[in-house]
């Protein structure tokens, strides 16, 4: 199993830009998230969804879209990027869509810096 | 809502000796979940251990231990014999009641030859 994989490493944007970044799991897991972490501050949740089709916000959500149409994706959209966007993206996942209390194993993380 | 608190932003140990990173998780649910990661250098996030709340025994991986204090709302992650490579960035995160986990802001450990 590949796990958690992440795409891009890392990605400079000017502000105004769009992108996506991709994020993966073959470990057939219910629950995928996304959250970004910035010094100081530790990781914050940016959305999460519990299964194909369902999404939801998480504490730090404006600025960003998310969908799920399958299992295995969960990608983290910025529509505009800005400069305070500038930070490292982790996708992490889990098994149970029950998502309370599952262990969960995250991407290797995607270094964003907008301009 | 519920809150994670890591008040200490950086701890040292001398290899082979014990330390003990702090950490103090709110909520108002009696069902939660309490967890320690750890990410090295390589930025990658690693389970360290994980205490269930309604478990009166403290979790306990090799050479880390934790102590659950449920009334103190405290969950300190203890480790033992440190080894250079357990230097990293330390995150206590809790899950209760939501789908959402919450982190703390991390501490430091720094291992002294």
């Known amino acids: 199993n590949a796990g958690v994989t992440q795409t891009p490493k890392f990605q400079v944007l000017k502000t105004g830009q769009s992108m996506t970044l991709q994020c993966a799991q073959d470990?057939?897991?219910?629950?995928m998230s996304w959250y970004r972490q910035d010094p100081g501050m530790g990781l914050r949740l940016i959305h999460y969804?519990?299964?194909?089709?369902?999404?939801d916000q998480g504490e730090v959500p404006n600025g960003y879209n998310v969908s799920r149409s399958t299992t295995e994706d969960f990608p983290l959209r910025l529509l505009s990027a800005a400069p305070s966007q500038t930070s490292v993206y982790f996708c992490?996942?889990?098994?149970?869509?029950?998502?309370?209390?599952?262990?969960?194993?995250f991407g290797p993380g995607t270094r964003l810096l907008v301009l | 809502a519920q809150t994670v608190t890591q008040s200490q932003p950086e701890m040292s140990v001398q290899e082979a000796e014990t330390v003990t990173l702090s950490c103090t998780y709110d909520?108002?649910?009696?069902?939660?979940?309490l967890f320690w990661y750890k990410q090295p250098p390589s930025r990658q996030m690693i389970l360290v251990i994980r205490q269930e709340a309604y478990k009166q025994q403290n979790a306990t991986e090799n050479r880390f231990s934790v102590n659950f204090q449920k009334a103190a709302k405290s969950f300190s992650l203890k480790i033992s014999d440190s080894q250079l490579g357990d230097a990293a960035m330390y995150f206590c995160a809790g899950n209760g009641g939501t789908y959402k986990y919450i982190f703390g802001t991390g501490t430091r450990l720094k291992v002294l030859a």
């Open positions: 909520t108002s649910e009696s069902d939660y979940y």
């Open positions: 992490a996942s889990s098994y149970s869509s029950r998502g309370q209390g599952e262990t969960q194993y």
């Open positions: 470990m057939n897991h219910e629950y």
């Open positions: 969804s519990v299964g194909a089709g369902i999404t």
